[in-house]
């Protein structure tokens, strides 16, 4: 059956969810396309974002109160029907809307989307989750559940493994008595943040500048996309954390004229464009590399704007060290990663992405950084930069490259040049080689992880 285009706010948001569980798509570069499609703005546009990352970022917990509403398992509930109840549940329990409007108005939704069966079944289910408010059913589901992971897994919508790495993380700076803190900042919507370019615009000129990138401006409401400097390329939406990441190694030290500068790993190009800004201000050249061709692309349109004359190229990034030995002043590694720093941003991600993933993205990580350690020149410096915090991608692939490489691959400070970076006074925990991990809780940013280290 064909269905009518998606227009009201919840149709918008089924659409999204559905899209999301069936092709695997990314909630945040889906909606902003898909409200535009249905002329939602301002308040309604407000809301069907809430619905949508709402219902994404508390998925898992909304499964189980679903499960416990409906006395079967998940497995058994047909997919469309199950979106749709996600969606009611968080409308129920997570949102202020009253009661009949979210069960009516989400019941309708089934017939939509072309499921018209299971309609008594969600009016049923929708209507047992309603008699309970969101406390009540997370009391009830807490019953018998006695590891404390398990317990906040539950409390905070996070899976089990996310928790005990985001905990291992905070163990290593000390610091484990921050967990909770982080679970609620994944949970909450980030203020979205600006980049001014280095001499292609003012920082003052877009608002007031953040309290630490001293390129960072917050956005002001409404669509960034509307500002004049961001439709010419000269601002950027970009998170600060990636903008210290990015300044860290632009200025770690003065640019010498003629400097050759790398990034490694660039698509889609936000870290690329920053950079690129730096580096013509300072004399030197920079070359942005990506392995997938369409995000190569984006790479070659971010620079657009800012230096035409930035090579792009696309080629696998293990293979820069053989092909070009130490022919770089700086490298940057933004490597791929979990992403379990970016969990805001990015609601549907933490039930993507598995424990499993995180073996394969070390060995890759490991690789990236050797061979951009051989392609470093002597004398230059290296940023490993991932958006996770956990211990194996962060401290692990440095430790294990350190060892291999003892003595001759020093660490640099990363947390003297960010507290000479960033404008305000900045909280850095102590962690092994000089490294500075950026949290959500307590910087307002993705939390990065930055390790700056130098060939002798
Ligand atoms: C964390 S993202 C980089 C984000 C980017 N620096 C930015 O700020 O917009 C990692 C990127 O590495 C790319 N990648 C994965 N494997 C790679 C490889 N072997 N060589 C080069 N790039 C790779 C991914 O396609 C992805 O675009």
């Known amino acids: 059956m064909t269905r009518r285009p998606a227009v009201t706010p919840r149709e918008v948001a089924l659409d999204v969810l559905r899209a999301v ?8 570069l889906l909606l902003p396309t898909r409200l535009r499609r249905a002329r939602l703005h301002g308040q309604e546009a407000a809301f069907t974002t809430e619905l949508t990352y709402g219902t994404l970022r508390r998925r898992g917990y909304y499964d189980l109160v679903i499960a416990a509403a409906a006395g079967r398992d998940l497995a058994a509930i047909d997919p469309v029907a199950l979106d749709v109840l996600r969606l009611g549940a968080h409308q129920l329990l997570g949102m202020a809307t009253a009661a009949h409007a979210a069960v009516s108005e989400t019941v309708g939704l089934t017939k939509w989307m072309g499921a018209a069966r299971a309609t008594g079944f969600v009016n049923a289910v929708l209507r047992t989750i309603s008699q309970a408010d969101e406390s009540t ?3 009830r589901l807490l019953d018998g559940v006695t590891d404390p992971v398990e317990r906040l897994a539950l ?4 899976p089990g493994w996310v928790v005990r790495a985001v905990r291992d993380a905070l163990h290593r700076e000390g610091r484990a008595h921050e ?3 982080v679970l609620a900042a994944n949970n909450a919507a980030p203020r979205v943040m600006l980049v001014a370019l280095p001499g292609l615009a003012d920082p003052e000129a877009l608002g007031e500048v953040s309290l630490f990138a001293p390129t ?3 956005s002001a409401a409404g669509d960034p996309a509307g500002h ?3 439709a010419q390329g000269r601002a950027r939406v970009q998170d600060e954390g990636s903008q210290l990441a990015a ?3 632009s200025r770690c030290r003065p640019i010498v004229e003629g400097e050759r500068w790398l990034d490694l790993c660039a698509g889609p190009g936000g870290k690329a464009a920053l950079l690129a800004a730096e580096a013509k201000l300072g004399g030197a050249t920079l070359v942005a590399n990506e392995i997938v061709p369409a995000r190569s692309r984006l790479v070659r349109s971010a620079l657009h704007a800012v230096d035409r004359a930035v090579e792009v190229r696309t080629s696998d990034g293990r293979e820069f060290g053989e092909r070009e030995p130490a022919a770089f002043d700086r490298i940057l590694i933004d490597a791929p990663c979990t992403g379990l720093g970016a969990l805001r941003r990015r609601p549907e991600a933490r039930w993507r992405k598995t424990e499993g993933d995180v073996g394969p993205l070390v060995q890759l990580q490991t690789e990236l950084l050797r ?4 392609a470093l020149a002597p004398g230059g410096v290296l940023a490993y930069v991932t958006c996770s915090p956990h211990v194996a991608e962060t401290t692990g692939v440095v430790d294990a490259v350190l060892t291999e490489r003892q003595g001759e691959v020093v660490p640099l400070d990363a947390r003297e040049v960010l507290r000479r970076v960033a404008r305000t006074e900045i909280d850095l925990a102590e962690l092994d080689n000089g490294a500075a991990q950026l949290w959500p809780h307590r910087h307002g940013t993705d939390a990065m992880f930055v390790q700056l280290l130098t060939r002798r």
């Open 247 to 249: 300044l860290a190694l």
């Open 371 to 374: 061979s951009a350690l051989a």
């Open 137 to 139: 059913w997370t009391t």
């Open 216 to 218: 960072a401006v917050p």
């Open 155 to 158: 409390e905070f919508a996070h």
């Open 228 to 230: 004049p400097l961001v």
């Open 21 to 28: 569980s069936t092709d695997d798509a990314y909630a945040n």
């Open 179 to 181: 967990l909770q803190q």
